[in-house]
């Protein structure tokens, strides 16, 4: 298992520009979430989703948007970039259901510079 | 709302000895609780876990922690630090403000040292 992957590692925007974030997981994981991660901040969860096509705001949601069409993908998605989106992006899934797992397994991030 | 603190941004340890990493909790209900900890430009892993059972949690790389309900505590401890364990941990409690979805909210991190 590859586990969760993120692309691109790293990425340069230009303020106003739109890009997307992607992340898939090949664990059958019917939870998955979008982080922020700022500099002394811990992670904020951006959007979650519980299950394909369904998806939910979490504490920062402004700014981007997300959709879940299968259980493996879960792009976000910024349409307008500004400077204060500068942040490493990580994207998590985890299995809830019969057996609760709980625990969340992460990306290796995704650098994200808006200038 | 559920909260984790980690008062200390940084802890110094040298190897070989004892580590601790703080951590205390605010939940309504029965908390389930988290550490992982993050490599330089990695993400996050797992490192252990409290949901039931014994207080006491072990978990990978030699990690244990303590559960105290009545401290609401859940502190990470090593018995013998190692160089390679410097790395930026994160406490996490399970957000059941929302009732069904499984989030989790997580401190701000401390900073682990460890020095030979």
């Known amino acids: 298992n590859a586990g969760v992957t993120q692309t691109p590692k790293f990425r340069i925007l230009k303020i106003g520009q739109s890009m997307t974030l992607q992340c898939t997981q090949d664990?059958?994981?019917?939870?998955m979430y979008w982080y922020r991660q700022d500099p002394g901040m811990g992670l904020k969860l951006i959007y979650y989703?519980?299950?394909?096509?369904?998806?939910d705001k979490g504490e920062v949601p402004n700014g981007y948007n997300v959709s879940r069409s299968t259980t493996e993908d879960f792009p976000l998605r910024l349409e307008l970039a500004a400077p204060s989106q500068t942040s490493v992006y990580f994207c998590?899934?985890?299995?809830?259901?019969?057996?609760?797992?709980?625990?969340?397994?992460f990306g290796p991030g995704t650098r994200l510079l808006v200038l | 709302a559920q909260s984790v603190a980690q008062p200390e941004d940084q802890v110094n340890v040298a190897e070989g000895n004892p580590l601790t990493v703080k951590c205390t909790y605010s939940?309504?209900?029965?908390?389930?609780l988290f550490w992982y900890v993050q490599y330089p430009n990695r993400g996050l892993q797992f490192l252990l876990k409290y949901i039931t059972g014994d207080n006491l949690v072990k978990g990978s790389y030699g990690f244990e922690a303590e559960f105290n309900k009545s401290q609401t505590s859940f502190h990470l401890k090593k018995p013998s630090a190692l160089v390679s364990d410097s790395a930026l941990y994160f406490c996490a409690v399970r957000d059941f403000s929302t009732g069904t979805a499984s989030k989790l909210t997580f401190g701000t991190g401390t900073r682990l040292q460890v020095t030979l």
């Open positions: 998590a899934s985890s299995y809830l259901g019969q057996g609760v797992q709980e625990t969340q397994y």
């Open positions: 664990m059958n994981h019917n939870y």
């Open positions: 939940v309504s209900g029965n908390p389930y």
């Open positions: 989703s519980v299950g394909a096509g369904i998806t």
